[in-house]
């Protein structure tokens, strides 16, 4: 069942998502060689909380993690870790869920870390276009489908491939909502959007294959072929003529 939330739940879930665009900016300028990800992990912790939130994803189906922290070939659910050291010219993306008056926002931001190879830096970039190739044809009445669709067509034409294992969902009261929203699909298929349904939207990209594995630990997903990935998401609103982003931590491009 998708729920349709009202103005001020709406609300809740962007005061929410204001939590989780701090943690970006304030965990971006760290990404650099030499650091760990649980010392990345412990930033997010301190601003997640400086807030008056808590991590969403802390304990989530028993996840260990405050936020999930993934290098280069682990596509998601990475486990902040003391010994993974963040390197020149990897790729890490930082997954952060933010809970505050019982609202949730989920977002996901990859960066490069140091100077990184131009391919690297284009699997980075075409992950974050392809939600916005999907996101701005949202409006109510639209198919899910086409949004997933016009995700695919921008990750396959620029040779990449689409993650099947993991798709974005509906968030607000709790984690994951219905919809479930894969980031491939045929157009004019899937629900119809309607205003006030709360999404996150968010294309996981693979350099090679997109087959993955999930590592002993039973979370950490990495590609099969060792190859990079990237992850990109936000949490939105539909509206009647278009949709509001609710974790922005940049100016609208
Ligand atoms: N953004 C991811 C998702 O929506 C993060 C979930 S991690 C978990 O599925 F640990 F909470 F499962
Ligand atoms: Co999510």
Known sequence: MIIIKSPREIELI?????VVSDVFKQLEPLCIPGVSTLALANKADQVIRSHGAIPTFLNYEGYPGVICISV???VVHGIPSKHTILRDGDVVSLD???TLNGYVADACRTYVVG?????TKK????T???FYEGVKLIKE???LGDVSHAIQTHVEKNGFSVIRDYTGHGVGRHLHEDPSIPNYGEAGTGVILKAGMCLAIEPMVAEGDYRVKILSDG???????????????NTLVVTKDGYEILTQDKEIK
């Open 72 to 74: 280069n070939d682990t």
């Open 115 to 119: 100077r990184a190879k131009e391919s």
């Open 14 to 18: 962007k005061k929410a998502g204001e």
């Open 219 to 233: 979370w950490t997903a990495k590609m099969k072929d060792g190859k990079l990935s990237s992850h990109y998401e």
């Open 128 to 130: 974050e276009e392809s």
């Open 123 to 126: 699997l980075v970039r075409v």
């Open 96 to 98: 952060v869920g933010a």
């Open 141 to 143: 009445g639209v198919h």
